[in-house]
């Protein structure tokens, strides 16, 4: 949980620069006269109306830092990524690697590698596709079915990716008509979110993040089988990973939604996950946010050792009692 002091006039623009970089989301509080105390009060005082500090009415968890009751969850989108050699290699050393039980690991090799990676990759890790069609094959050239993706063992289906929104020009609905489809065929969805970075600017970030998740809301049957993703998109491939706490600021938020417009019990239950530019080197801190349920990893989940170090980051959720 956030602290800020009142205590010192000059700490005001300080706090309010460190504020900027933290959310993104409301720009209207962050404007601030440091000239006399009242300003800084008055400041303060729009701290506490605007900032919503995670956990802020949470006591201690004790065991676990996690707001949802689900098992962590990693997956691996390698994209379009790969070789029969260098995914042999990769499959080689995650068989190898020593994982950590209470952690559900997914993997999304490109299509045609599917088949190779589901003989040769330990059954401790599932298989996942990285798109899927709108409904049944047929004359649908290029696209690959669910019935297909079954066909091949795929467990999961990685929609919503930003990848597919911006450049390939998928929207909400069509998005959400394709989760529906894949739900219902007995397909888990890793379901894609997040803003862009002229979004973030702008203030829009929580905006945007809804109407996503509306779309899906809309549209599937039912959220036992989806697992959120959240990846500003500003932070995918960038090397420009968000903050833990502006990574959890988006999290809380999306379970909020989750909670208010379609239950309770589902805001619990579903697992929201982080992604953009994860590696080893951070996913620990991240992990210890009580809203990141797990990760969904790009470039990093093509290489062995450092993916087997992320998974392993469901150890920086274990608090002392």
């Known amino acids: 949980m956030a602290v800020v002091s009142t205590s010192l006039v000059g700490g005001a623009a300080a706090v309010a ?37 995670a956990s802020s009415n949470k006591g201690c968890r004790g065991v676990v830092t996690m707001a949802g009751s689900g098992k ?52 401790r890790i599932e298989i996942s596709a990285q798109n899927c069609w709108i409904g049944k094959g047929g004359a649908f050239t290029g696209e690959i079915s669910v019935e297909q993706l079954k066909d091949l063992g795929c467990k999961w289906v990685v929609l919503g990716h930003s990848e597919r929104r911006h450049i390939i020009g998928e ?44 779309a899906y809301a809309d549209a599937v049957p039912s959220w036992d089988n989806i697992v959120v993703a959240y990846e500003p998109v500003w932070a995918i491939g960038t090397g420009k990973v968000a903050t833990p706490a502006q990574a959890q600021e988006v999290h809380v938020a999306i379970r909020d939604w989750l909670s208010k417009n379609v239950s309770a019990e589902v805001a619990s239950k579903t697992r929201i996950i982080y992604g953009g530019s994860v590696n080893g080197g951070n996913c620990a801190e991240l992990a210890k946010q009580e809203d990141i349920d797990g990760f969904l990893v790009g470039g990093a989940s093509l290489k062995g050792p450092e993916f087997a170090t992320i998974i392993n980051s469901v150890t920086s959720k274990k608090v002392a009692a």
């Not at 990769?90 to 003989?119: G, H, R, W």
């Not at 379901?191 to 993040?209: N, S």
């Open 17 to 53: 620069s460190q504020l900027t970089q933290f959310s993104g989301l409301r720009r209207s509080f962050l404007k601030l006269d440091t000239s006399n105390s009242n300003s800084t009060q008055a400041f303060f005082q729009n701290v506490n109306s605007h900032l919503h500090l």
């Open 171 to 214: 929207d909400d609905q069509f998005i959400g008509k394709k989760a529906a489809y894949a739900l219902g065929q007995g397909v888990g969805v890793i379901a894609c979110i997040g803003e862009l970075l002229e979004e973030r600017e702008a203030g829009k970030t929580f905006d945007v993040c809804f109407q996503q998740m509306k």
């Open 72 to 123: 962590f969850f990693v997956g691996g989108n390698w994209k379009c990524n790969g070789t029969k050699d260098s995914i042999s290699k990769l499959v080689s050393e995650l068989n190898s690697a020593t994982l950590e039980s209470d952690v559900d690991v997914v993997v999304a090799p490109p299509f045609v590698y599917i088949d190779q990676v589901k003989n040769s990759l330990s059954d």
